[in-house]
């Protein structure tokens, strides 16, 4: 293990999520967050063979010397058919993939309206699950469909998790941003059941822009340093768009000065003075 790899510093864990580095591999997600100097690894189980096998998985934290502190199921359109199709079988194989890594975290996504038997019993199922295991199933917050100036949501029983009892919650402040939500107000009624964050900035368009954090409207700065004055113990993940970056170099600077705004951001104050 890296010096200072998985400890906890000053504000505790950042983690990169490897969606943050696509179109780039799952192994080339590991190399630049240990180069970087994030806490660890985020996986987002996709198309790529790598992310969908724990034992590559394995290798790749052991040769980095870099912790995987978070699962995040296959719940995207994009990987639908990844781990088959059954939506309950993706969670449980999810599970057992976190056990295995010790990672403590699974994130998953209300399901999508069409999936009717799956979304009718999806608190129930969570919550069984929930009770089977130590690995924390945070529900994500998404966000409603715009267009005309309608909504419609996508998701069910609902695009916010904030009041389906969920035990554990993932807040996306992308998301926050494309449902137009006050991250902070919804941070708050969460309380205790807030463990994980998706750090990333938005503009308020009706597109999930997931912008390094500073550059849009979200409160991520107040946000983080809420998050240290309470002593958040669950991790706080970069996931960034990076798709659009002109050179490795540029992905590499964007993923740089996202860690930074919230390595400085999530030191509460006192931390921070006793690092300047």
Request: with cysteine; net charge negative; proline share 6%.
């Amino acid at each position: 293990m890296r010096p200072g790899a998985g400890t906890n510093r000053p504000g505790g864990l950042i983690a990169l999520s490897t969606a943050s580095t696509y179109p780039e591999s799952t192994a080339t997600s590991f190399e630049m967050a240990a180069r970087l100097g994030y806490d660890g690894v985020e996986i987002m189980v996709w198309t790529d063979p790598v992310s969908q096998d724990p034992e590559a998985l394995r290798r790749l934290r052991d040769y980095h010397g870099i912790p995987i502190l978070a699962v995040h199921a296959p719940c995207l359109l994009l990987t639908q058919r990844v781990w088959g199709t059954d939506p309950w079988a993706k969670l449980q194989r999810a599970r057992a993939v976190a056990e295995t890594l010790d990672a403590p975290t699974v994130v998953v996504h209300p399901p999508f309206r069409w999936q009717r038997d799956y979304a009718r019993e999806f608190i129930a199922g969570i919550e069984r699950m929930a009770g089977e295991t130590d690995v924390r199933f945070a529900v994500e917050n998404m966000f409603p469909l715009r267009a005309r100036g309608r909504e419609v949501s996508a998701y069910a029983p609902d695009w916010s998790p904030v009041d389906d009892g969920y035990r554990h919650v993932t807040l996306d402040l992308s998301h926050t941003s494309v449902s137009r939500s006050d991250a902070m107000a919804m941070a708050d009624r969460l309380g205790d059941r807030l463990a994980h964050i998706h750090m990333a900035d938005g503009t308020g368009l009706a597109k999930d822009e997931h912008l390094v954090p500073g550059r849009g409207t979200q409160p991520c700065a107040e946000l983080l340093e809420r998050l240290a004055v309470n002593g958040f113990d669950g991790t706080v993940v970069v996931e960034i768009n990076t798709r659009r970056a002109e050179s490795r170099d540029h992905r590499e600077a964007d993923l740089a000065e996202a860690l930074a705004f919230t390595r400085l951001n999530l030191a509460a104050p006192a931390e921070v003075t006793s690092l300047t």
